[in-house]
Nanobody, 128 residues
Framework: QVQLVESGGGLVQAGGSLRLSCAAS????????MGWFRQAPGKERELIAA????????HYTDSVKGRFTISRDNAKNTVTLQMNSLKPEDTAVYYC?????????????????????WGQGTQVTVSS
């Protein structure tokens, strides 16, 4: 069992930065691929960044490449999402999730409902 708690959301002006953190409980944090998803009103939940078990591999959706950075610290059971150059279209509820099942690529390609554990979400609002 893994419990995930996000923090760090808030209101920021376009061009600004935010750092989201996700703290995990449980001893098996390093056994999961960790992902950050977001869901804007009226839209489906989408994976925007993921990081492999050791942190050696990362994945980003095109819209955040070059602006967001995902990292993890398995000793501290945390995963972070550094978000720079924020845009109004980044406004959404952001969730961290833990996934498993096959290769890193396979987990990244899973539908959200296949991920094993979810945090409660944190709101990010970017004003223009």
């Amino acid at each position: 069992q893994v419990q995930l708690v996000e923090s760090g959301g808030g209101l920021v002006q376009a061009g600004g930065s935010l750092r989201l953190s996700c703290a995990a409980s449980g001893r098996t944090f390093s056994a999961y691929v960790m992902g950050w998803f977001r869901q804007a009103p009226g839209k489906e939940r989408e994976l925007i960044a993921a990081i492999s078990w050791s942190g050696s591999s990362t994945h980003y959706t095109d819209s955040v490449k070059g602006r967001f950075t995902i990292s993890r610290d398995n000793a501290k059971n945390t995963v972070t999402l550094q978000m720079n150059s924020l845009k109004p279209e980044d406004t959404a509820v952001y969730y961290c999730a833990a996934g498993s099942g096959g290769t890193f690529t396979a987990v990244v390609r899973q539908r959200p409902e296949r991920y094993n554990y979810w945090g409660q979400g944190t709101q990010v609002t970017v004003s223009s």
